[in-house]
C-alpha cells in the first residue's frame, strides 16, 4: 500500500539544523510531489514547501525562504527536509505528504506520521 | 498566518448534524480553486476527508460531505459519532500567493 515513513524525534539547540528524512513506498516515486507541512506547538497546520522527485524542482513557503532547503535520493524514494538556524517556534510535528493535483487544485491523500522537533536550550 | 476562516470549535450530540466554514476571498476559494478537507486527530497523521469540494476517498463514510460557493465552503458531518471528535482543517491553492498549500485555521469538533 501507499506509505510515507519518516525519521524519528529529535531535540536541537538553538541555531542548529536538523534533516527530516520520509521515504516513499507503494507507488511510483517519481509520479507524485511530496510537500512538508508543520505544525507548531498549540498552533494549526502551515505549509513549509513541496518538491517534485522526479525533477527535482522545488517550492518554498516564504516564511521558510532562506532557511529550508529539500533534497532527495532516488535510489532509495526518500525525500529530505533540512531547516537551519532552528528558534524555539519551530518546535512541532513535520508532517510528510503525497501531493495530487488536478486543474483546480492541489491536496495530500497520503500522509507520514509526522517527525516532532523540538528546539530547547 | 491563514487565509481561509474557520470557526475555532463547533459541538453536536451524536447522531446530530453539525456544519464547518471555511471562508476565504477571490484570491483562493473564490477564484474557482477547490477546496479539501482533513481530519486530524492529536498525535496522529492528518487525513484526507474530502477532496475537490465533495469527493470521499475510498474509506470515508458518507457521513461526510462537503459544498462550496462563492468564496467560503463548509463540510457538514451528519449521524455524529465519538469517534469524529477531532481537529478539521480546509485547504485550498491562493493564486495570489502562489502557494498550493492554504490551510484554514481549524475546527475542534467536540461530541457531546
Known amino acids: 500500500q501507499v506509505q510515507l515513513v519518516q525519521s524519528g524525534a529529535e531535540v536541537k539547540r538553538p541555531g542548529a539544523s536538523v534533516k527530516v528524512s520520509c521515504e516513499a513506498s507503494g507507488y511510483p516515486f517519481n509520479s507524485y510531489d511530496v510537500t512538508w507541512v508543520r505544525q507548531a506547538t498549540g498552533q494549526g497546520l502551515e505549509w513549509v514547501g513541496w518538491?517534485?522527485?522526479?525533477?527535482?524542482?522545488?517550492a518554498y513557503a516564504q516564511k521558510f525562504q532562506g532557511r529550508v532547503t529539500m533534497t532527495r535520493d532516488t535510489s532509495i524514494s526518500a525525500i529530505y527536509m533540512e531547516l537551519r538556524s532552528l528558534r524555539s517556534e519551530d518546535t512541532g510535528v513535520y508532517y510528510c505528504?503525497?501531493?495530487?493535483?488536478?486543474?483546480?487544485?492541489?491536496?495530500?491523500?497520503?500522509w507520514g506520521e509526522g517527525t516532532t522537533v523540538t528546539v530547547s536550550p | 498566518q491563514s487565509v481561509l476562516t474557520q470557526p475555532p470549535s463547533v459541538s453536536g450530540a451524536p447522531g446530530q448534524r453539525v456544519t464547518i466554514s471555511c471562508t476565504g476571498s477571490?484570491?483562493?476559494?473564490?477564484?474557482?480553486?477547490?477546496v479539501h478537507w482533513y481530519q486530524h486527530l492529536p498525535g496522529t497523521a492528518p487525513r484526507l476527508l474530502l477532496y475537490s469540494n465533495n469527493n470521499r476517498p475510498s474509506g470515508v463514510p458518507d457521513r461526510f460531505s462537503g459544498s462550496k460557493s462563492g468564496t467560503s465552503a463548509s463540510l457538514a458531518i451528519s449521524g455524529l459519532q465519538a469517534e469524529d471528535e477531532a481537529d478539521y482543517y480546509c485547504?485550498?491553492?491562493?493564486?495570489?500567493?502562489?502557494?498550493?498549500?492554504?490551510f484554514g485555521t481549524g475546527t475542534k469538533v467536540t461530541v457531546l
Open positions: 518538491m517534485n522527485p522526479g525533477s527535482g524542482r522545488t
Open positions: 505528504a503525497r501531493g495530487v493535483y488536478d486543474s483546480s487544485g492541489y491536496w495530500a491523500d497520503v
Open positions: 485547504q485550498s491553492f491562493d493564486i495570489n500567493l502562489n502557494v498550493p498549500f492554504v
Open positions: 477571490s484570491s483562493n476559494i473564490g477564484s474557482g480553486r477547490d
